[in-house]
């Protein structure tokens, strides 16, 4: 479903600041596949994750989604087959707009359209149903502006607005790292639930090792910007955190300390 082909990028080359983010990557997910990824600040992770959104070109190699080669094609473009839930709830949506109107725009995106812009009535149907799934409520609040809910609830809103038409992949960047403890637990579980129902392909970045664990049937780590682990299956299901601590660390050549991921 995602092959990332030998991708390097390098942001300003020939300067003092030249910082290698990737350096010939391979990536390949099988659909169905959910990947959390990790690693230490400026490793990669989010750069990966960009470049296969269509935010940042590469310098050499190749993305392809669903057979598809998309290395050449623009963000715009890319968007018809990707779903994304940015670590920041504000993103994502259009905190002027009401709810059913936001639902509205994802659930058109990558159609034609024409002069009329009025929700439908089967459109609404769908929107109370797929938010019933959420429990929280906003089935009946369609006409609020999204801008008036809590973190928690427009993350959840977002996460249903990026899988609303089924994409072929699924990007989720840190989504529950500006959410509270509880509030985020809440967010991941739904994300299971959607992902598992649909099928849906994904790639998770994350800082959390204790969701990196429980979440996903396969976990890489990114150091340096490239693959230094990756693990699925019963190896996972039978990692702990303190084992993949002691793997980071040995990665790193230095104990690996980050309060997000430590105390998370």
């Known amino acids: 479903m995602l092959s990332v082909q030998g ?3 390098t942001f300003n080359l020939g300067t003092v600041n030249e910082k290698v983010a990737l350096h010939q990557l391979d990536l390949n997910l099988k659909p169905g596949d959910y990947v959390s990824v990790i690693g230490g600040n400026g490793s990669g992770k989010s750069t990966l994750l960009n470049c296969i959104a269509g935010v940042y070109g590469v310098d050499q190699g190749a993305v392809l989604i669903d057979g598809i080669n998309v290395t050449k094609c623009s963000e715009h473009k890319r968007a018809k087959v990707l779903g994304r839930v940015f670590q920041d709830p504000m993103l994502g949506t259009a905190p002027q707009m009401s709810i059913e109107e936001n639902l509205a725009l994802a659930n058109r995106r990558g159609s034609r359209r024409g002069l009329s812009w009025g929700v439908t009535t089967k ?10 799934m959420l429990d929280l409520g ?16 427009r993350q959840a809103l977002t996460l249903l607005m990026a899988t609303l ?20 637990a809440q967010v991941m579980e739904l994300g299971d639930k959607i992902i598992t129902e649909n099928k ?12 990196a664990i429980k979440h996903g049937n396969r ?13 699925e299956g019963e190896a996972k299901k039978n990692l702990t955190v303190q084992q993949l601590l002691n793997r980071f660390g040995k990665v790193r050549g230095e104990p690996f300390v980050d309060d997000r991921a430590l105390l998370a």
């Not at 976990?219 to 693990?231: R, V």
């Open 219 to 231: 976990l890489i780590m990114m150091h340096d910007g490239a693959i230094a682990l990756d693990i």
């Open 138 to 153: 906003l089935e009946n609040r369609l006409n609020s502006k999204v801008g008036l809910l809590s973190g928690g609830q």
């Open 165 to 184: 038409r089924q994409p072929k992949l699924l990007l989720l960047d840190e989504h529950t790292a500006a959410l509270d403890p509880k509030t985020a």
């Open 123 to 132: 459109e609404r149907t769908k929107f109370k149903e797929q938010l019933s």
């Open 200 to 211: 849906l392909t994904t790639l998770m970045v994350t800082h959390n090792m204790r969701d």
């Open 7 to 9: 991708i390097s990028k």
